[in-house]
């Protein structure tokens, strides 16, 4: 065995003379796990935030389809405004119901998102 592995053993092993040299300590054992919660709440509010970001992101990404759903349609049907998400499903141009709900302005054709699951 080398020096460094047997460095290592030493350090894990604590093979003392004295009772109180064997294994770990309770301030050993209570660091550690203070180290591990600290890390483990960094990463689960790391996570919870891109969860959050990526829902913000599809429902911006939706919001986007629909609108341009709405523009493609007025200029195919000589400038009318669908009423709903309902028509421009019916008439192909977008392919599924979208989540949340969207009110078209009839007026201005401008989509606006109300809820979003």
């Given at each position: 065995?080398t020096?460094?592995?047997?460095?290592?053993?030493?350090?894990?092993?604590?093979?003392?003379?004295?009772?109180?040299?064997?294994?770990?300590?309770?301030?050993?054992?209570?660091?550690?796990?203070?180290i591990?919660?600290?890390?483990?709440?960094?990463?689960?509010?790391?996570?919870?935030?891109?969860?959050g970001?990526?829902?913000?992101?599809?429902?911006?990404?939706?919001?986007?389809?629909?609108?341009t759903?709405?523009?493609?349609?007025?200029?195919?049907?000589?400038?009318?405004?669908?009423e709903?998400?309902?028509?421009?499903?019916?008439?192909?141009?977008?392919?599924?119901?979208?989540?949340?709900?969207y009110?078209?302005?009839q007026?201005?054709?401008?989509v606006?998102?109300?809820?979003?699951?």
């Amino acid at each position: 065995m080398t020096k460094a592995i047997k460095g290592i053993c030493r350090i894990f092993n604590r093979k003392g003379n004295s009772p109180f040299e064997k294994g770990f300590t309770l301030i050993e054992m209570l660091v550690v796990t203070a180290i591990l919660a600290a890390i483990a709440t960094v990463v689960i509010l790391n996570v919870t935030d891109f969860i959050g970001s990526g829902h913000q992101e599809a429902s911006d990404t939706e919001l986007h389809n629909v609108q341009t759903a709405v523009v493609v349609y007025a200029t195919s049907h000589n400038g009318t405004i669908p009423e709903n998400t309902d028509a421009l499903v019916t008439a192909g141009y977008l392919v599924s119901d979208p989540h949340g709900t969207y009110t078209i302005n009839q007026t201005s054709g401008e989509v606006t998102q109300e809820a979003y699951p």
